[in-house]
């Protein structure tokens, strides 16, 4: 097998290794899990590390299992938490643990008929049926109290000033450690991996496994990625709006390729080793590119086209493209005209607006009076006059003269025109 562990360590994309797993790794096609919690029915971009590692396993011959957390979703993981989780309700999870699946099945294949062909289980499955009493003598008589204290995720909470921890997110690391076991015994898993923080919880179920089997049966490891951070040390993932997410419906594609577009040097030349497949030496010459002229942004350009490629798709990385030229570059009123209302919206989030009623546009309008009396965007009819006398005015990113006349021909879906004087001052009208 090819080495997995140094490509991953290359990328920035080891944290902790147990004894044995690089090992392990090499000799054979092995069997991996990671979790994915069930909070919303959407992942956001600090899902796409464990989703990366799913796809490179998959890429260098092992069987990734991507599990969804129907039953520890009803616990909540308090790794990384200050104060208990708010429990959800049946419905909520169930409607979460589908949206994840069909999230997940965007990127990893759970149909093929490969000989490492990706397995996606919801944890719910073996656990709806686990009574408390088996659960207490078969699996927390493995493990003890000692033991699951040691745990940082545990300490932090009990010397905290919180209200402590209950005895329900206190046996959270024995029930993902039981999926270890489960996934070990049913799909012979050798390896769990996940974020930095779950390291607890990980060595959990590799005690559990150990301590449940004998001998050969017995063997488990484990391996941790970094938890992402930007350089300046606020946290990865979020944008002015809050979380960026992985579906459209949630976070457009536009935003999404603008927020890899947006980062830092420092952060691209980081992130395009961790986010992207692109190999070591095409990253290293995009760097030497990038540091002879920074100016042209080629870190960020080729990182929002590999993942905007990756989550979404290459036509929907057009369509970005296109709507950012829009604000940017030389676009035209054609081009404008393909956005649909959602990307249009953000392409000029923030611009000023103004309405007209559908009835004056359909009677046709003087783009003075536009200019003006409708929409304030100049002061007065007179500084408009001038400004179309300097051919600084356009409408739908087209010059027009005093003469032109505001009709429902000009329309870009129906009800939005777009004004703009000079290069950088926009206006949007929209037609009610």
Not at 279 to 288: S, V
Not at 322 to 349: M, P
Request: glycine share 6%; proline share 2%; net charge negative.
């Amino acid at each position: 097998m090819k080495n997995i562990i140094s490509e991953l360590q290359w990328r920035g994309l080891v944290h902790d290794i147990m004894p044995g797993t690089e090992e392990q790794l090499q000799k054979e096609m092995t069997t991996t899990y990671i979790g994915f919690d069930p909070t919303s029915d959407s992942l956001h971009i600090g899902s796409l590390v464990p989703i990366i590692l799913l796809v490179h396993l998959k890429n260098f011959g092992h069987k990734p299992i991507a599990l969804v957390g129907g039953a520890t979703g009803m616990i909540g993981d308090p790794s990384g938490k200050s104060d208990e989780r708010n429990l959800l309700d049946e419905a909520t999870l169930d409607h979460n643990v589908e949206g994840i699946k069909k999230v997940l099945s965007r990127f990893l294949d759970f149909n093929s008929k490969e000989i490492n062909a990706p397995i996606l289980v919801n944890n719910y499955d073996w656990m709806k049926n686990l009574s408390f009493i088996n659960f207490a003598r078969d699996v927390g008589k493995r493990i003890t109290v000692n033991y699951m204290m040691a745990k940082d995720s545990v300490k932090k909470r009990l010397a905290g000033e919180g209200e402590g921890m209950s005895f329900t997110e206190f046996t959270y690391q024995l029930i993902q450690g039981y999926d270890f076991y489960h996934l070990h015994k049913e799909y012979n898993c050798l390896l769990q991996m996940g974020g930095s923080d779950q390291w607890g919880n990980i060595t959990t179920g590799t005690e559990l496994v150990r301590r449940m089997n004998v001998g050969e049966e017995a063997k488990a490891y484990a391996m941790t990625c970094p938890l992402i951070t930007k350089a300046d040390g606020t946290k990865f993932g979020k944008s002015e709006g809050g979380n960026v997410w992985l579906t459209a419906d949630k976070t457009s594609v536009y935003k999404f390729y603008q927020f890899w577009m947006n980062t830092t040097d420092v952060d691209a030349e980081k992130y395009i080793k961790i986010f992207t497949f692109l190999d070591k030496q095409t990253i290293d010459n995009l760097i030497e590119e990038h540091k002879t002229a920074p100016h042209m942004r080629a870190l960020q350009k080729r990182l929002a086209e590999e993942l905007t490629t990756f989550v979404h798709s290459k036509e929907e990385l057009e369509k970005a493209i296109k709507a950012s030229a829009i604000l940017f570059g030389n676009a035209t009123a054609e081009d404008l005209k393909e956005l649909d209302e959602t990307t249009f919206l953000e392409v000029f989030d923030g611009v000023p607006q103004a309405e007209i009623a559908r009835n004056e546009i359909e009677a046709g309008i003087d783009i003075i009076t536009v200019l003006n009396e409708k929409t304030a965007f100049f002061k007065s009819n007179g500084e408009a006059r001038r400004a179309l006398a300097a051919n600084s005015i356009s409408v739908n990113k087209e010059k027009v003269k005093e003469d032109f006349v505001l009709s429902s021909k000009d329309l870009i879906n129906n009800q939005f025109v777009l004004l703009q004087s000079g290069k950088k001052n926009y206006f949007v009208v929209r037609i009610v």
